[in-house]
């Protein structure tokens, strides 16, 4: 295999590969590296993307692969990046098991990790009926008994807006709540009960919650369960490279998706909130194109 690249992404899911379309369909060599590890590999059935709607992520990966792959200009490697160092047009890029490459461009679309909260069952619901959008899984559970995990003032916000969808609704605080009594009036006048228990798990079968169980030994009758976990980037090296982070955690980057490094993109979760497998998707096209627009400025003209 080759070992010299104009772009290396590191990253191969939505965002990665829909960037590997773009410069491949630009004539760029491309390695896409990927570690097999999308942050929506459990949930049943991705939804809101118009000609995949209901598919499963893996699906949609395997299709987008089939036609990325297609572009004899782009390479595929299923394998981790462990390291990059070196400057704009002089990467260089090291797997876990020692293979090394170089690149005169580097796409980060290494996606965020969910931290799991500290609730019995809740990693295995995750992505099924613990789940993180409305957009995304909210039109499968409308009309539902359901809860919002959540404490804070921007609860009251979070849960009017999933009163769209269903209006069968408790805030679970998981502690003392810490809502002004103002918004807590608000919640209260929705018909929406605000349970302060400590959380001790969820019961659930196969990962669909039946019930959310507390530690005072209590439990209470649950079908879907929305949370925004905490998270931290899925890779390290942009910051080990210099990449600025915003202060919510994502890759700092500018209007063209260049990060703080030259020469160094991002695309995709690790730098944006919007989070959805449609923007992902826009994000790498888009990144794609700067990428190369940028190595076509740099080009000298030809003599
Ligand atoms: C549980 C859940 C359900 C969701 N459901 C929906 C839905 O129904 N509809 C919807 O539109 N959106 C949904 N989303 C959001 C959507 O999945 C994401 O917005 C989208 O997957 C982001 O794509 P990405 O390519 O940026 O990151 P990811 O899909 O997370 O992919 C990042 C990739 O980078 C790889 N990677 C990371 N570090 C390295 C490394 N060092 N070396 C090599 N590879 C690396 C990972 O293995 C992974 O394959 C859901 C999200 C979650 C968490």
Request: aromatic content about 8%; overall charge negative; glycine content about 8%.
């Amino acid at each position: 295999m080759k070992t010299d690249f104009d772009v290396i992404i590191v990253g191969g899911s939505n965002a990665g590969l829909s960037a590997g379309m773009s410069l491949g369909r630009s004539l760029r060599d491309v390695l896409i590296i990927d570690s097999g590890k999308p942050c929506n590999r459990q949930t049943p059935a991705s939804h809101n993307f118009i000609t995949h709607d209901g598919w499963r992520p893996a699906e949609i990966l395997e299709a987008a692969r089939h036609e990325v792959l297609a572009y004899p200009t782009v390479s595929f490697l299923e394998s981790r990046v462990n390291k990059a160092s070196g400057s704009n047009n002089d990467f260089n890029v090291t797997l876990d098991d020692q293979r090394q490459f170089k690149a005169k461009k580097l796409l980060f679309a290494t996606g965020i990790k969910d931290l799991m909260p500290a609730i019995d069952g809740f990693a295995e619901c995750w992505g099924i009926s613990a789940i993180h959008c409305p957009y995304c899984h909210g039109y499968e559970y409308r009309g539902q008994t359901t809860g919002v995990l959540m404490n804070g003032d921007n609860a009251a916000d979070y849960i009017k807006l999933i009163s769209n969808w269903t209006k069968d609704l408790t805030l679970f605080t998981n502690g003392q709540a810490t809502i002004t009594t103002e918004l807590k009036e608000k919640i209260w006048s929705r018909n929406i009960n605000i349970v302060e228990k400590e959380i001790e798990g969820l019961i659930h079968e196969h990962g669909h919650i039946t019930h959310i169980t507390f530690k005072d030994g209590s439990n209470q009758p649950l079908t879907a369960l929305y949370h925004r976990p905490a998270f931290e980037q899925h890779c390290s090296i942009p910051e080990h490279l210099g990449c600025a982070l915003t202060e919510q955690g994502f890759i700092q980057v500018n209007e063209l998706k260049k990060t703080t490094v030259a020469g160094v993109y991002a695309a995709g979760d690790n730098s944006t909130p919007m989070r959805s497998v449609a923007s992902a998707v826009a994000a790498g096209n888009f990144t794609g194109a700067m990428i190369n627009h940028e190595m076509i400025s740099e080009a000298e003209w030809a003599a």
